[in-house]
């Protein structure tokens, strides 16, 4: 069993910086970030995998940085240069296997959290 917490959500505004963290009960292989904004579709945000190799969407490449400490079994979101556009409920996930060249799809996450809100404001 894997259980997933996330916290530091809150509101800024724009060019504002936020933190996420998601503590997991165990250590799975990969970790990840999605979030969801009302009206759409969940969307991948980043992942790392055990190795410590990141990939990241094309919208946050660049202003988000995902950092693990396996030691606290501890996920990290780092977000800069926050946009309204960024506004949505952020998840951590988690999946036992390697991600590889995964494309972000939801349903290859067997593990989530409860959600954490991130509003931007312009």
């Known amino acids: 069993q894997l259980d997933l917490v996330e916290s530091g959500g809150g509101s800024v505004q724009a060019g504002g910086s936020l933190r996420l963290s998601c503590v997991a009960t165990?250590?799975?292989?990969?970790m990840a970030w999605f979030r969801q904004a009302p009206g759409k579709e969940r969307e991948g945000v980043g992942f790392m995998e055990g190795d410590g190799s990141t990939r990241y969407a094309a919208s946050v490449k660049g202003r988000f940085t995902i950092s693990r400490d396996n030691t606290k079994k501890i996920l990290y979101l780092q977000m800069n240069s926050l946009k309204p556009e960024d506004t949505a409920m952020y998840y951590c996930?988690?999946?036992?296997?390697?991600?590889?060249?995964?494309?972000?799809?939801?349903?290859?996450?067997?593990?989530w959290g409860q959600g954490t809100q991130v509003t931007v404001s312009s």
């Open positions: 165990t250590t799975p292989h990969c």
């Open positions: 996930a988690a999946r036992w296997a390697s991600y590889g060249r995964g494309v972000f799809d939801p349903s290859d996450f067997l593990y």
